[in-house]
């Protein structure tokens, strides 16, 4: 086993190393060390166990048909011989790690066996090597997986077999009476042939895989031999496999026939004169040479002159093998092997990589090119690149030797910046710089870094050329979806290399961010890649002229335009110095009013009539403000709320009034007419302007008692005038009203007569089209006031988002319990007031509301 004292170890190694290598040997023992007292921890836990092992090789191969073994009863198959056991190589691993080993299993027999770590393990025992090829060069391989467990022994079993194939060729006693000379050649995937000479009767070995095999005759007479490509299949091991050579001398055919493994049916080939003397096809190579000179071109340059390989084959040609050994190809999806006389479904990769034919393509002649010159050019310095081409003509015969390019691409140096050149707000265009020592930069696959999205190549520019490197100055254009806002990086792809720029700039630029930045007199505008907003002015486009407008800074990337013609198309633009931005068009939003906001129009219905003691009929009205249509109705009350016809009432019943009236009613008489009248006050009466304004009165209702002792209401309610609707049949509100302006402020003229004590205020709303609430203000009025005073509702907006819907309300206090005066009137019998008393509480009457816009 691999294993002696680590004192002697050290001893040994030491007495013959220089200090160099005495140092680097410390390290190694180090790591042993780590090791040792892992095992010895894991022994002293008691988790290790140990195994047996016993060794066989066997001879047992597939391919060995009844003929063969025949002939290998008679002597003239050769036997597989097997090595001895003791001779073979073992070693144990786990994890895919080497654990321990022996150069021979005769050394292991020896020796006791180690103890392992519980777990499972591999074991693998050989002899030979199976990258040999040649004669008497058999491999022999078996593999077994094993189990330690703890304190146990586990034995473990393992055969060999042949490890790689054995191929043997036999020649007819017809075939070596037709031909003067022959043999037989095998060429391997690793590069190798092993040429079976004319007397040659041992068999070879070969490493798993493909294996083409050919055959060289001549005849007496002929001056050259002619090659024929007898087969191409895929060796496998602990095979063995036959190829028989015989010859039809009467129909001059030479057939070449396989061991039942080998898959397809003989092959026959014309051996007669004519076909002998016939000329072998042969290659002509063009712009390289083929005699093991590599090509060095500098990766991605067009090379100065055409790099092709013509085939001439005066017979015709049948086959044009081309065998590739190229990493970067095999991992595109490049082929190993292939006859582009038919490609079929490697076309495609070998035309996106660069490889041109002529004349392999549907009816072939006798000459063709294989043009390598794109192909070239795409291939990545730090590899090398092999190309080998066979040609096949009708009759079988190979070109001798085969022509082989071999490619190793220098590195071009390839770099790619960001240009200085600012990329166009808003727009899909932008430039970069691209050097390297040779190259074409319209073959550079470009990406927007963040997103993935291709660049489209628009055109290049040279520029002086920097350290031995050309310089480009490359237009690119994004797709159109693709706005370029902020600064933005670029991906360069090009042949191996993936390379990015740093940021590119992109010119000062504005844009309204959320729809609800466009209000009906300003805008908000974001400004990008510009931070000196106090040197930027806002300008709208007039006729064929650009006009400032007032600007003002929002934020700190913010510039909001003032002054601006609402309900209308608007194009604005940033200009700093001589710099301007971008244009954008917007339009603003109307300066919406609310319909009859002046109070003007009223519409009387009467309600209800109800007999009264002693005093006759008394009619009960209900006032409606006008505005709007009768589908689309603006203002609203509490007035079909507080006029409900009172079931079972009785004559000494007072029990309906509107709380919301014009002040120059008629039909009934205003709260502040009770008040002045009948409850001791001298209130103003009156509108602010024009004949009427809106009182909202806070009033009992429903089944009143009115006697000499007691004067209850059974309800007591506050005004209320609201944009909205209320269903009297239902008793259903909706306080809203669709509305898609937003006013910076609600204005409007009010009087204020606290009951009481008591306070109210004016509220207002607005709402986007999912009614989340976006913008809203209220004024709270808390005293008493006999004259108009101006009032006004600021909006104070928390979301960008346009409106749809507005709520504005007033009402005469904003008590939750109101309080009402029985005031006593006087109509009725004796004076008693049962047909004009009622609950009269605060009362706020409001005149000209006017949306505010800024």
Not at 151 to 166: F, S
Request: glycine fraction near 8%; include cysteine; hydrophobic fraction near 35%.
């Amino acid at each position: 086993m691999f294993r002696i004292s680590l004192k002697k170890l050290i001893y040994l190694m030491f007495a013959a190393m220089n200090l160099k290598k005495r140092v680097i040997l410390i390290y190694s023992l180090l790591s042993l060390i780590f090791v040792s007292c892992s095992k010895e921890d894991a022994t002293r836990s008691g988790e290790m166990g140990t195994f047996t092992m016993s060794l066989n090789a066997t001879s047992e191969v597939i391919g060995l048909n009844d003929k063969s073994r025949a002939d290998q009863e008679t002597g003239k198959e050769e036997a597989l011989v097997l090595p001895d056991v003791n001779d073979f190589s073992v070693s144990i691993s786990s994890l895919g790690e080497q654990v321990c080993g022996w150069s021979s299993y005769k050394d292991m027999s020896e020796e006791e066996m180690p103890e392992l770590r519980v777990g499972t393990y591999q074991v693998k025992a050989w002899y030979g090597d199976v990258s040999k090829e040649g004669f008497e060069l058999p491999y022999f391989e078996g593999n077994q997986e094993f189990v330690i467990k703890k304190n146990e022994t586990t034995p473990v079993e393992v055969t060999c077999y042949l490890g790689n194939a054995q191929v043997k060729v036999n020649y007819t006693d017809e075939f070596k009476n037709y031909f003067s000379d022959y043999s037989a050649v095998m060429a391997t995937s690793l590069g190798n042939e092993v040429e079976y000479v004319k007397d040659e009767t041992r068999a070879a070995y070969f490493s798993p895989g493909e294996l083409i095999a050919k055959v060289k005759v001549k005849k007496s007479g002929q001056s050259t031999e002619a090659v024929y490509q007898a087969k191409v299949f895929t060796a496998e091991s602990r095979h063995i496999y036959t190829l028989t050579l015989d010859v039809d001398a009467g129909s001059a055919t030479m057939t070449v026939s396989f061991s039942e493994d080998v898959a397809g049916e003989e092959v026959r080939f014309d051996v007669s004169d004519t076909a002998l003397n016939a000329p072998a096809p042969y290659f002509k190579a063009n712009g390289f040479t083929d005699n093991n000179v590599l090509l060095e071109p500098i990766e991605g340059a067009e090379q100065k002159e055409q790099v092709t390989a013509y085939v001439n084959a005066v017979a015709g040609i049948q086959s044009c093998r081309l065998t590739t050994s190229s990493d970067f190809l095999l991992g595109k999806g490049w082929p190993r092997d292939v006859d582009l006389a038919d490609s079929g479904e490697y076309a495609s990769i070998l035309t996106e990589m660069g490889l041109k034919t002529k004349g392999l393509e549907g009816n072939r002649a006798q000459m063709a090119q294989v043009d390598f010159t794109t192909l070239i050019a795409n291939l990545p310095a730090g590899g090398k690149h092999d190309f080998k081409l066979e040609a096949t003509d009708i009759y079988g015969k190979v070109s001798e030797p085969p022509l082989v390019l071999t490619v190793t691409p220098q590195g071009c140096e390839f770099s790619v910046a960001a240009s200085t050149v600012e990329a166009p707000f808003y727009g899909n265009t932008c430039q970069v710089n691209v050097s390297f020592k040779d190259g074409n930069p319209a073959n550079v696959h470009f990406q927007l870094a963040d997103g993935k999205q291709d660049l489209e190549f628009v055109r290049a520019e040279e520029l002086p050329s920097e350290e031995g490197r050309k310089v480009y100055t490359v237009y690119l254009k994004a797709p159109e979806t693709v706005k370029f806002i902020n600064p933005f990086k670029v991906s360069a792809s090009y042949l191996s290399y993936i390379k990015e720029t740093g940021e590119l700039p992109v010119s000062m630029g504005i844009l309204v961010d959320n729809p609800g930045d466009v209000w009906a007199k300003k805008a908000v505008f974001h400004v990008y890649n510009e931070t000196a907003l106090a040197d930027i002015k806002l300008q709208k486009q007039q006729g064929g002229s650009w006009m400032d407008v007032t600007t003002e800074v929002n934020g700190s990337y913010g510039l909001t335009a003032k002054g601006l013609e609402s309900g209308s198309s608007v194009k604005l633009r940033a200009v700093k110095g001589k710099e301007y931005s971008n244009s954008v068009d917007i339009v603003t939003e109307e300066e919406l009013q609310i319909p009859n906001s002046d109070f003007e129009q009223w519409s009387v219905q009467e309600v209800w009539y109800q007999t009264i003691f002693m005093s006759g009929g008394e009619h009960i009205y209900s006032y409606y403000l006008s505005g709007g249509s009768s589908e689309d109705k603006w203002w609203s009350t509490f007035n079909d709320m507080t006029t409900q016809q009172q079931s079972g009432v009785a004559s000494w019943y007072y029990c309906a009034y509107p709380g919301t009236m014009p002040t120059n009613a008629s039909e009934m008489h205003t709260a502040t007419w009770h008040w002045n009248n009948h409850g001791g006050t001298s209130l103003s009466t009156g509108a602010y302007e024009g004949n009427v304004a809106a009182e909202i009165a806070t009033v009992g209702y429903g089944a009143n008692n009115w006697s000499a002792i007691s004067h209850n209401t059974k309800y007591r309610q506050a005004g209320y005038l609201y944009l909205g609707t209320f269903n009297r049949d239902t008793q259903e509100k909706n306080m809203t009203h669709t509305f898609t302006s937003r006013p910076d402020a609600i204005q409007f003229y009010y009087k204020f007569y606290s009951y009481n004590g008591e306070t109210t205020k004016v509220y207002a709303k607005l709402y986007d089209v999912n009614r989340n609430l976006i913008g809203q203000g209220e004024l709270r009025i808390t005293q008493s006031i006999d004259t108009y005073t101006q009032g006004r509702v600021g909006i104070s907006y928390e979301q960008k988002a346009k409106a749809s819907y507005i709520e504005l309300v007033f009402m005469s206090t904003d008590a939750t319990s109101p309080g009402t005066k029985d005031i006593q009137g006087s109509k009725g019998a004796f004076n008693a007031g049962y047909g004009d008393s009622r609950h009269v509480g605060s009362i706020l009457t409001v005149d000209n509301v006017k949306l505010i816009y800024e």
